[in-house]
């Protein structure tokens, strides 16, 4: 056991617990964006409430959730107490400013790691919060004609308070009662100072991951002349690009278009 | 060539030190840094003044000796080179140069801008080395090496041990020194039989020096007088993990018998 502790315990150990929290981190918010989508979609929240609901019922999920909500924690404590440990590396500072060529990003991950915990804790406490731990979530019903494939919206509002969801056929009429997370997310969305902390935290996103993804890589040793390019070009387009491009545009599109 | 030098002077490890400004009058813009400043230092001693203290030793790029965080880079503002073999047409007449020593908690100031680098020779002695039992001379070339191996191994031995990617390091870690000294053993065939030691053994007192930990910057590799890159970093974490997470280090219990 102590010769466990003592790896990671080590400087390079941290390291190895921030990639590998952080590389878990990578994973989630594809499948994050992934099911986000349904956002996008035009259905008066349909998708998007069975998909909530889904991610909250399904045990594996709720056993994947725990180890998330351990690495969010993790990742910013173990953050924390290295950059404080790398600071009391150099306790007296230079005069002049470093101009070596390093980027800004490799430079600033603590100050852009700490916006985007601060970001979490608000999107946690207005969403996941609210959807889990209180009754001031609506709810909505869906009437389905599985002939005519017509769908028609009414606000339900069930009589006992801890109702989650059902899913019953009544003649050719499929009706889905589920938890109205949608109208939620869009009064946000609708709000300019979400659109703005929205836009800001994904900026920050795109950053951090700019340098953390390919970064991870590198202190897990794993890097070749082969490879090492594929990993920079993935984690530059695909997840300091795509990725927070398309949560940003989330508010932005119900914003100004909904 | 007139230039004004801002200096750290410091009496000794001590004291506190202070920056103190300089003129250095009549430069030669074909001198070397080092020259620069020892022109600066006759006059301080003329003036009975006590000169600035500073390392060097061979001024010529290959003994590590000489330092210096000029202008805000380790080792001046040209790029692989170290601070002997910057030359003063590097600056501008009636630039303001500002002189610091590396700034690291496991480099103390010794006196102005001379630091103690022991710290890279406690590790360098807790495994910088291959253990080569005596006996007959072998043959230089018994043992196959392939090209690559012998070149990369040698890119990594190139590193003189100057410091100046712990002065670059805003973490002032000490990951690239050591990380080419684990390399250039662990490459080769004469460093396996300690490999698995020998990276934690240094690792572990790079750690006791208070070096602080590598967040993959590249400000190492960018200053580095002898073009050590970060693949060097990289291999040592390889080896790190792979050594105490995957390696034997003891034999099996044999004594028992029972099984």
Same mark, same amino acid.
């Given at each position: 056991?102590?010769?466990?502790?003592?790896?990671?315990?080590?400087?390079?150990?941290?390291?190895?617990? +921030?990639? =590998?929290? !952080?590389?878990? $981190?990578?994973? *989630? /918010?594809?499948? %994050?964006? &992934?099911?986000?989508?349904?956002?996008? #979609?035009?259905?008066?929240?349909?998708?998007?409430?069975?998909?909530?609901?889904?991610?909250?019922?399904?045990?594996?999920?709720?056993?994947?959730?725990?180890?998330?909500?351990?690495?969010?924690?993790?990742?910013?404590?173990?953050?924390?107490?290295?950059?404080?440990?790398?600071?009391?590396?150099?306790?007296?500072?230079?005069?002049?400013?470093?101009?070596?060529?390093?980027?800004?990003?490799?430079?600033? +991950?603590? =100050?852009? !790691?700490?916006? $985007?915990?601060? *970001? /979490?804790?608000? %999107?946690? &406490?207005?969403?996941?919060?609210?959807? #889990?731990?209180?009754?001031?979530?609506?709810?909505?019903?869906?009437?389905?004609?599985?002939?005519?494939?017509?769908?028609?919206?009414?606000?339900?509002?069930?009589?006992?308070?801890?109702?989650?969801?059902?899913?019953?056929?009544?003649?050719?009429?499929?009706?889905?009662?589920?938890?109205?997370?949608?109208?939620?997310?869009?009064?946000?969305?609708?709000?300019?100072?979400?659109?703005?902390?929205?836009?800001?935290?994904?900026?920050?996103?795109?950053?951090?991951?700019?340098?953390?993804?390919?970064?991870?890589?590198?202190?897990?040793?794993?890097?070749?002349?082969?490879?090492?390019?594929?990993?920079?070009?993935?984690?530059?387009?695909?997840?300091?690009?795509?990725?927070?491009?398309?949560?940003?545009?989330?508010?932005?599109?119900?914003?100004?278009?909904? | 060539?007139?230039?004004?030098?801002?200096?750290?002077?410091?009496?000794?490890?001590?004291?506190?030190?202070?920056?103190?400004?300089?003129?250095?009058?009549?430069?030669?813009?074909?001198?070397?840094?080092?020259?620069?400043?020892?022109?600066?230092?006759?006059?301080?001693?003329?003036?009975?003044?006590?000169?600035?203290?500073?390392?060097?030793?061979?001024?010529?790029?290959?003994?590590?000796?000489?330092?210096?965080?000029?202008?805000?880079?380790?080792?001046?503002?040209?790029?692989?080179?170290?601070?002997?073999?910057?030359?003063?047409?590097?600056?501008?007449?009636?630039?303001?140069?500002?002189?610091?020593?590396?700034?690291?908690?496991?480099?103390?100031?010794?006196?102005?801008?001379?630091?103690?680098?022991?710290?890279?020779?406690?590790?360098?002695?807790?495994?910088?080395?291959?253990?080569?039992?005596?006996?007959?001379?072998?043959?230089?070339?018994?043992?196959?090496?392939?090209?690559?191996?012998?070149?990369?191994?040698?890119?990594?031995?190139?590193?003189?041990?100057?410091?100046?990617?712990?002065?670059?390091?805003?973490?002032?870690?000490?990951?690239?020194?050591?990380?080419?000294?684990?390399?250039?053993?662990?490459?080769?065939?004469?460093?396996?039989?300690?490999?698995?030691?020998?990276?934690?053994?240094?690792?572990?007192?790079?750690?006791?020096?208070?070096?602080?930990?590598?967040?993959?910057?590249?400000?190492?590799?960018?200053?580095?007088?002898?073009?050590?890159?970060?693949?060097?970093?990289?291999?040592?974490?390889?080896?790190?993990?792979?050594?105490?997470?995957?390696?034997?280090?003891?034999?099996?219990?044999?004594?028992?018998?029972?099984?």
């Amino acid at each position: 056991m102590s010769e466990i502790k003592q790896t990671f315990n080590s400087s390079l150990g941290k390291k190895l617990i +921030m990639a =590998l929290t !952080g590389l878990f $981190l990578c994973t *989630f /918010i594809i499948v %994050h964006l &992934g099911g986000n989508l349904f956002l996008f #979609k035009d259905d008066q929240g349909y998708g998007f409430n069975v998909y909530a609901n889904f991610l909250t019922h399904f045990p594996p999920i709720k056993v994947v959730a725990y180890l998330l909500y351990a690495c969010i924690l993790v990742h910013a404590l173990y953050g924390l107490v290295l950059t404080l440990k790398n600071r009391k590396a150099r306790p007296v500072a230079y005069a002049s400013q470093n101009k070596a060529p390093a980027s800004w990003s490799s430079k600033n +991950m603590g =100050l852009l !790691g700490s916006i $985007l915990f601060l *970001f /979490i804790v608000i %999107h946690m &406490g207005d969403f996941w919060y609210k959807y #889990k731990f209180t009754h001031s979530v609506g709810y909505k019903e869906y009437r389905t004609d599985v002939l005519t494939n017509q769908t028609t919206v009414t606000d339900f509002v069930p009589v006992d308070p801890t109702f989650e969801h059902s899913s019953t056929t009544a003649n050719d009429v499929e009706i889905v009662r589920v938890k109205d997370i949608h109208t939620l997310v869009s009064t946000s969305f609708h709000n300019v100072w979400y659109l703005i902390l929205y836009v800001i935290a994904m900026g920050t996103l795109a950053f951090h991951l700019l340098h953390g993804f390919q970064s991870a890589f590198q202190t897990l040793g794993w890097t070749h002349r082969k490879y090492t390019p594929v990993v920079k070009f993935i984690g530059t387009w695909f997840f300091a690009v795509i990725i927070p491009a398309g949560f940003a545009l989330m508010p932005i599109v119900y914003y100004f278009f909904r | 060539m007139n230039l004004t030098l801002k200096v750290w002077r410091q009496k000794n490890a001590n004291s506190s030190g202070k920056m103190v400004t300089y003129k250095a009058e009549s430069i030669s813009p074909d001198m070397s840094f080092l020259e620069m400043l020892d022109v600066v230092n006759e006059s301080l001693t003329l003036k009975g003044d006590e000169p600035i203290h500073f390392d060097h030793d061979c001024r010529e790029g290959i003994c590590g000796m000489c330092s210096l965080y000029i202008n805000g880079r380790p080792h001046g503002p040209k790029s692989a080179i170290t601070t002997c073999q910057l030359h003063m047409r590097s600056f501008h007449d009636g630039e303001t140069i500002t002189i610091e020593p590396w700034r690291a908690g496991a480099f103390p100031v010794i006196k102005d801008l001379a630091v103690d680098r022991s710290a890279f020779d406690r590790i360098q002695q807790a495994g910088g080395y291959v253990s080569v039992n005596t006996g007959g001379v072998p043959d230089a070339n018994i043992i196959p090496i392939p090209k690559v191996i012998a070149d990369e191994a040698f890119n990594s031995a190139t590193c003189i041990g100057c410091g100046a990617c712990v002065a670059a390091c805003k973490n002032a870690s000490a990951m690239l020194f050591v990380s080419a000294k684990v390399s250039q053993l662990g490459m080769l065939p004469q460093g396996q039989p300690e490999r698995w030691s020998r990276v934690q053994a240094m690792v572990a007192q790079m750690d006791a020096e208070g070096f602080g930990s590598c967040t993959n910057t590249g400000a190492c590799e960018a200053e580095c007088p002898k073009g050590i890159t970060l693949i060097n970093i990289s291999r040592m974490n390889n080896d790190f993990f792979s050594a105490k997470l995957f390696r034997e280090e003891k034999v099996h219990d044999h004594s028992g018998g029972s099984e």
